[in-house]
């Protein structure tokens, strides 16, 4: 998938004939997100809608739907759906989903994650399944279609892949299954007046909790955020930097980190220098050099 395909424009005209067909307003409509999904929000009724920015979509957005709804049941820390019953919905040969709009109440923090990041891994598994938190099959997929990569990057993340692989399978087997957002950070968070809920169910599945905490660790490393994962310590109660994992941990979310700019390739020349950047700290083992954000090049 490139962002030449799945233009603004083109998620926008999506946007435009959901809110149609099922009677949404979509006056003052705006654009939060163009990345692996486009968002927008939809003030006057109140929802927000999420268009997969695929035509192959896989699993994600029905496994999305069917985790909403059980976590409606038991009352998780999560935003909820919202609009037409019977979701996804099929639009322009790509897949949405509707959920509720909840606006900014107060600016969130690393304190308000760690308790609601405690409470996600209390919940017991769903009765269905899940897939497991495995990175490297993710990366691996995300090369798939990965036009504009050079041939040489291509095989430099794969030989990263290749290494990382078993370890992290012998990583799994260590420790045991829960529930995992996946990329548990900040951005992630909403508040829906009563408390603080978890968004973006695409990453979920199961695996050691341990790897939920790392994204805030490697953001600090990366993103320049000095104090943030002593606030997530003392928030959640627990630091992943002491435990004996820790390494694995923290390359398997820079290898998440790095090929998220694969898709983003297209789209100019601040992600290509960013992805360049990220990708050869790596291969020298640079673990301190400082990252942008790829929200900050649009």
Same mark, same amino acid.
């Given at each position: 998938?490139?962002?030449?395909?799945?233009?603004?424009?083109?998620?926008?005209?999506?946007?435009?004939?959901?809110?149609?067909?099922?009677?949404?307003?979509?006056?003052?409509?705006?654009?939060?997100?163009?990345?692996?999904?486009?968002?927008?929000?939809?003030?006057?009724?109140?929802?927000?809608?999420?268009?997969?920015?695929?035509?192959?979509?896989?699993?994600?957005?029905?496994?999305?739907?069917?985790?909403?709804?059980?976590?409606?049941?038991?009352?998780?820390?999560?935003?909820?759906?919202?609009?037409?019953?019977?979701?996804?919905?099929?639009?322009?040969?790509?897949?949405?989903?509707?959920?509720?709009?909840?606006?900014?109440?107060?600016?969130?923090?690393?304190?308000?994650?760690?308790?609601?990041?405690?409470?996600?891994? #209390?919940?017991?598994?769903?009765?269905?399944?899940?897939?497991?938190?495995?990175?490297?099959?993710?990366?691996?997929?995300?090369?798939?279609?990965?036009?504009?990569?050079?041939?040489?990057?291509?095989?430099?993340?794969?030989?990263?892949?290749?290494?990382?692989?078993?370890?992290?399978?012998?990583?799994?087997?260590?420790?045991?299954?829960?529930?995992?957002?996946?990329?548990?950070?900040?951005?992630?968070?909403?508040?829906?007046?009563?408390?603080?809920?978890?968004?973006?169910?695409?990453?979920?599945?199961?695996?050691?909790?341990?790897?939920?905490?790392?994204?805030?660790?490697?953001?600090?490393?990366?993103?320049?955020?000095?104090?943030?994962?002593?606030?997530?310590?003392?928030?959640?109660?627990?630091?992943?930097?002491?435990?004996?994992?820790?390494?694995?941990?923290?390359?398997?979310?820079?290898?998440?980190?790095?090929?998220?700019?694969?898709?983003?390739?297209?789209?100019?020349?601040?992600?290509? #220098?960013?992805?360049?950047?990220?990708?050869?700290t790596i291969l020298s083992g640079d673990?301190?050099?400082?990252?942008?954000?790829?929200?900050?090049?649009?």
């Amino acid at each position: 998938m490139t962002s030449g395909r799945f233009t603004e424009e083109i998620m926008t005209a999506a946007m435009l004939e959901i809110a149609s067909r099922h009677g949404l307003n979509p006056a003052g409509a705006t654009l939060l997100r163009l990345t692996n999904n486009a968002v927008f929000a939809l003030p006057a009724s109140d929802v927000v809608v999420r268009i997969a920015r695929s035509h192959q979509p896989g699993n994600r957005v029905t496994k999305g739907v069917a985790l909403a709804r059980w976590f409606e049941q038991v009352n998780a820390p999560t935003v909820r759906l919202a609009g037409p019953e019977q979701q996804p919905l099929a639009v322009n040969g790509m897949l949405a989903t509707v959920w509720r709009y909840l606006p900014a109440r107060q600016p969130l923090t690393i304190r308000d994650l760690g308790p609601a990041l405690r409470e996600f891994h #209390r919940l017991e598994l769903p009765p269905f399944q899940l897939p497991d938190w495995d990175p490297v099959a993710d990366s691996r997929r995300r090369l798939v279609d990965a036009e504009g990569l050079r041939d040489a990057d291509r095989g430099a993340i794969e030989a990263w892949c290749d290494d990382l692989e078993p370890r992290l399978a012998q990583l799994r087997h260590r420790h045991p299954r829960s529930l995992v957002h996946g990329d548990a950070h900040v951005g992630n968070l909403l508040h829906d007046g009563q408390r603080v809920v978890f968004c973006d169910f695409d990453p979920i599945g199961t695996g050691p909790w341990q790897s939920d905490l790392a994204a805030v660790a490697v953001g600090e490393a990366r993103f320049d955020r000095p104090g943030a994962h002593r606030q997530l310590v003392e928030s959640y109660g627990y630091d992943v930097q002491e435990d004996p994992d820790w390494p694995l941990f923290r390359s398997a979310r820079e290898l998440k980190m790095v090929v998220a700019a694969v898709p983003l390739l297209a789209s100019g020349p601040g992600v290509e #220098r960013e992805f360049r950047t990220r990708l050869d700290t790596i291969l020298s083992g640079d673990h301190n050099t400082r990252w942008t954000p790829f929200a900050d090049l649009r």
